[in-house]
């Protein structure tokens, strides 16, 4: 069975870099065809898709995000990582990572991990 699960820091400092990991199991992040997403939702907002990296480690963004976001991964952990530069407040939700057996068809989620950005 396929598992993912978020980490990382519940509180970040307005201008500083939100640096989080999601760890899947039961399942290789480098078998095609399969994109790694990240989703979040912002209070009183619907969902917002952030961006994903490919089985073949390409990586797509929202054209909103884009100057700000990056998703790597690490293959020997099996752990696809976000990192969004410049925070401020709007940047608060819940963060989820997704596997999507196609562009925007996602399949299995992880539980979301909070973040909150506050001086």
């Known amino acids: 069975q396929v598992q993912l699960q978020e980490s990382g820091p519940g509180l970040v400092k307005p201008s500083q870099t939100l640096s989080l990991t999601c760890t899947v199991s039961g399942d290789s992040i480098t078998i095609n065809p399969y994109y790694w997403t990240w989703v979040r939702q912002s209070p009183g907002k619907g969902l917002e898709w952030i961006g994903y990296?490919?089985?073949?480690?390409?990586?797509t963004y929202s054209p909103s995000l884009k100057s700000r976001a990056s998703i790597s991964r690490v293959t020997s952990s099996n752990q696809i990582i976000l990192r969004l530069t410049s925070v401020t407040p709007e940047d608060t939700g819940v963060y989820y990572c997704?596997?999507?057996?196609?562009?925007?068809?996602?399949?299995?989620w992880g539980q979301g991990t909070q973040v909150t950005v506050s001086s």
């Open positions: 990296i490919s089985w073949s480690d390409v990586t």
């Open positions: 997704a596997r999507a057996v196609s562009v925007g068809v996602r399949d299995y």
